[in-house]
């Protein structure tokens, strides 16, 4: 059996080389914290290099959500869906809902839907006018929390979800438009209800 040489010390990197890659490796870093992850993350764009790539947008978006969901949770407006000992009885059936929501300009609503874990749903919706802010979300026992997807100054969506657990599936929009909106919703899929809960 054939062991691959030692390498001569000669070969070997200095420790002026060594110090020197370390220092290349924690400069790119520090430069990729400040153009990339910050704007992208947290909406900060200290060199504006975020807002020419259009990170800066993903960033403010991501933190005007979470702050709407965090003042949703503090105001108790979250669904929260109640657990038996026993199996829900749950009919599979392709629904057809039409849910249609008023939004003055700053308002926000949400509408869900009732699914357990591995339910499909397909959805549309779309405004009359202006633009809405949107996340498509679900909340679940012991504080489950999944976002599916966010949108910002958005006039319509189309697609389809699984359920990754049992609980409340469904959309969150906020009105950032200056006129009043008109969102319709349309759903089917495996559910048993759909509600607006706020």
Not at 54 to 74: F, P, R, V
Not at 77 to 89: D, F, G, S, Y
Not at 173 to 182: I, Y
Request: proline residues 3%.
């Amino acid at each position: 059996m054939y062991n691959s040489d030692k390498p001569n010390r000669a070969d070997l990197p200095s420790k002026r080389k060594l110090i020197r890659s370390t220092i290349i490796a924690a400069v790119t870093a520090a430069a990729l914290l400040v153009t990339v992850i910050l704007p992208a993350e947290y909406g900060i764009d200290p060199t504006r290099i975020g807002g020419v790539l259009g990170l800066t947008d993903m960033g403010e978006i991501k933190q005007q959500l979470a702050s709407e969901a965090n003042q949703q949770s503090a105001l108790g407006i979250v669904e929260t869906v109640e657990t038996a000992n026993i199996e829900p009885e749950i009919v599979v059936i392709a629904w057809s809902d039409e849910t249609t929501v008023t939004l003055e300009p700053g308002a926000a609503a949400e509408v869900k839907l009732t699914m357990i874990k591995g339910g499909f749903a397909d959805y549309e919706w779309v405004t009359n006018q202006g633009h809405l802010n949107s996340d498509l979300h679900a909340d679940g026992d012991n504080k489950a929390f999944i976002s599916y997807r966010q949108g910002k100054a958005e006039t319509s969506d189309t697609g389809s979800f699984k359920a990754e657990f049992d609980g409340v599936h469904g959309w969150y929009w906020r009105n950032r438009s200056d006129v009043t909106v008109d969102v319709t919703l349309r759903v089917k899929g495996e559910y048993t209800e759909i509600n607006r809960v706020m």
